[in-house]
């Protein structure tokens, strides 16, 4: 998960910022029956552990490629996306642009053929391929509890968003969300998570979308929203993205280009985007190479577009909205709006009954994709990764479906559990945070290495990994004991939260790296042979030459590469 | 496009209930052209329900009609 601005911090407060009519409830109410019908019809083509944990590796390239953005779209992501544009500007689009398209465009043209030649059913299932089972099971077990904590505080999130947006009940909220998602995918497995989050993509899309496009046209087009918020904030940029960025006191977010290039473009956003298995799962369900290879293509395509329906809400705010938002701490004091309300407070400007209902119904379902993709991630980790390598390894294909059965379930529970924890005990959220980003930076330099590099031996994936994610863990320490300690970690003592995360991940990659390759010098490597299929150099990657142009991945690539290119000199 | 095993395609689905919340949608829209509410959105003028819920009809209509099952057997 890319981090997420605090959002988290959202106060339940005792006002509503929108009410519902029939006709709204009856949207939502709609949706609920929709994904579960879904469920329960796909039952009857979820039999095999392939078509429970894969889906049978069946879907076009089309739907893969939108599972695999829609499982990061998370209603958390939409709210706080918006709110940090509120709060930066349009920097905030450097984790939707920099921060995620070259990374996915690198997973399709580069890493997709050895994920999907390697018939693994997962990314620590490569690690076990490649590297054995030590590099495995201590990424399974990280990734396995990591997902289930970031579920739980999502869920946690959204009920009390619900609450604060809507007046719900925080307990209702979070019961009713999980429960659905518990049903549709113990059902249907990752074929029904994956029909689910298609579905949940276009609602988000329609139910979103609106905001910008009637804002536009209240600010009289991008110019006007120029305009109007330099005249509203004068001396502040919150319209270039890349203009500020020469020193870390001269843009809202504290933070110097070489983070945004280095820690976030190259480090953060391809260890997320080509290791974490909650999305790559989703491409591992296509039906053949091209489709697995056009998947992040397409997901790339349409993640460059997200940004017109999360950040320039946030920019419409900074532009339209008559008061001044406030940090949360000054809203409780002050009874004011707080950022982190742009996106409902942009939505009630504008939409009516019916489009409220659409809206509402785009953050719940935002939430329950993201939160079909931990479980069904959770469970397919769970009972190959740990269940059948460390626990029962030889067992009939029905009992590791009904594993895999019982462990959405558990894992669905215990998310809940982890919400209920982080009611009581807010302050485990950040620490929660923190830590999934420790496995982030050092995953990718683990699997980057042993799929380019077939010199590099089992044991130097094992200690790099755990070298890299050790010494993350050390550097955040050493800040959170010494504050002064950031000027060594971030380069500067200006730098702010997301400007360390940055940099901790360019430094944990790189102590990876240094180890992995300091190791591999005195390990033996594994024979050629043992490495078809899995790396670089000793894998046949099939040919497109037969292909017309316009039907080959790099062509794609290059189009979506190009606007990514012209976006940031627009914006510039 | 024919879906493996003769299964529903997900655009199906996703027809079917961009139609119910086209018809949805509209009604509301067209009902507020003529009896307009007493607390009115920014830019009311515009009746965003009723051409948002047109859209959605729409578009609900071409993928109910397009992968409705048993149409490429």
Redesign the interface.
């Known amino acids: 998960m890319q981090p997420i601005p605090s959002l988290l911090l959202l106060e339940a407060a005792t006002r509503r910022l929108i009410s519902l009519t029939p006709?709204d409830i009856?949207?939502i109410a709609?949706?609920f029956a929709?994904v579960l019908?879904?469920g329960f019809?796909?039952k009857r083509?979820t039999k095999t552990g392939e078509d429970f944990f894969l889906a049978?590796r069946?879907m076009?390239m089309w739907?893969a490629g939108l599972s695999f953005v829609a499982a990061n779209l998370g209603s958390l992501e939409l709210m706080g996306w918006a709110a940090a544009a509120y709060q930066y500007g349009i920097l905030a689009a450097h984790w939707y642009w920099i921060g995620a398209i070259p990374a996915m465009l690198f997973l399709g043209l580069v890493m997709m053929p050895f994920y999907y030649i390697s018939k693994t059913h997962s990314v620590p299932g490569y690690l076990k391929l490649r590297f054995g089972e030590p590099a495995r099971a201590l990424s399974a077990i990280s990734f396995g509890l990591m997902t289930l904590l970031m579920s739980g505080i999502n869920m946690y999130s959204m009920a009390l968003v619900m609450k604060v947006v809507l007046g719900w009940d925080i307990h209702f909220s979070i019961w009713v969300s999980s429960l659905t998602v518990a049903v549709y995918v113990v059902l249907g497995g990752l074929l029904s998570a994956i029909?689910n989050e298609?579905?949940q993509f276009?609602?988000i899309w329609?139910g979103a979308l609106?905001i910008s496009i009637?804002g536009l046209?209240?600010a009289g087009g991008w110019s006007g929203v120029v305009a109007n918020i330099h005249r509203r904030f004068p001396g502040q940029d919150f319209t270039h993205m890349w203009s500020g960025l020469g020193h870390f006191s001269s843009n809202p977010m504290g933070i110097h280009w070489t983070g945004i290039v280095f820690g976030l473009g190259c480090i953060i956003s391809f260890g997320y985007w080509t290791t974490d298995f909650l999305v790559v799962q989703r491409i591992l369900a296509a039906k053949d190479l091209r489709a697995a290879k056009m998947g992040p293509i397409i997901g790339a395509g349409f993640k460059m577009m997200v940004p017109f329906i999360v950040i320039l809400p946030g920019l419409l705010g900074l532009a339209l909205l008559p008061e001044h938002l406030v940090g949360e701490a000054q809203a409780v004091a002050t009874g004011a709006h707080s950022y982190n309300e742009v996106l409902p407070l942009m939505l009630?400007?504008?939409?009516?009954?019916?489009?409220l209902g659409?809206g509402i119904t785009a953050l719940i379902a935002g939430f329950m994709s993201g939160m079909a993709g931990n479980v069904s991630a959770f469970a397919t980790v769970w009972t190959y990764d740990i269940y059948r390598a460390l626990i029962k390894k030889r067992a009939s294909d029905e009992h590791y479906v009904s594993m895999g059965r019982w462990s959405t379930i558990l894992g669905v529970l215990a998310s809940v559990g982890t919400a209920y924890m982080v009611m009581q005990f807010l302050s485990i959220m950040d620490y929660v945070q923190a830590l999934f980003s420790f496995f982030i930076a050092p995953l990718f330099g683990t699997v980057i290495l042993g799929m380019m590099w077939k010199r590099c031996t089992p044991w130097a994936g094992f200690w790099g990994l755990l070298s890299g994610t050790v010494s993350s863990i050390g550097m955040w320490a050493w800040v959170k004991l010494d504050p002064s300690a950031l000027r060594y970690i971030a380069l500067s003592s200006d730098a702010k939260d997301m400007a360390e995360n940055m940099y901790r991940a360019l430094w944990s990659w790189i102590i990876c790296v240094v180890i992995t390759v300091a190791v591999t010098m005195v390990t033996r490597p594994k024979p050629d042979e043992e490495l078809v299929g899995l790396v670089y150099g000793c894998t046949e990657i099939p040919t497109e030459k037969h292909l017309a142009l316009y039907q080959r991945p790099i062509f794609w690539a290059g189009i979506v590469a190009a606007v990514l290119v012209a976006l940031n000199v627009i914006f510039w | 496009?024919q879906e493996?095993?003769g299964?529903?395609s997900?655009w199906f689905?996703?027809g079917?209930?961009?139609f119910?919340?086209g018809i949805?949608?509209t009604?509301?829209?067209v009902y507020?052209i003529f009896v307009p509410?007493v607390h009115?959105?920014?830019?009311?003028s515009?009746h965003?329900?009723a051409w948002?819920?047109i859209l959605?009809l729409v578009m609900g209509a071409f993928y109910s009609f397009r992968y409705a099952p048993g149409r490429h057997k």
């Open positions: 006709v009856a949207i709609l949706y929709m019908g879904i019809y796909l083509y049978g069946e076009t739907v029909f298609v579905l276009f609602l329609l609106l009637i046209v209240e009630a400007r504008y939409c009516g009954p019916g489009l659409l | 496009m493996p095993h299964r529903i997900i689905f996703i079917i209930l961009l119910a919340y949805l949608i009604g509301v829209g507020e509410p009115k959105v920014v830019l009311q515009l965003a329900n948002w819920g959605l």
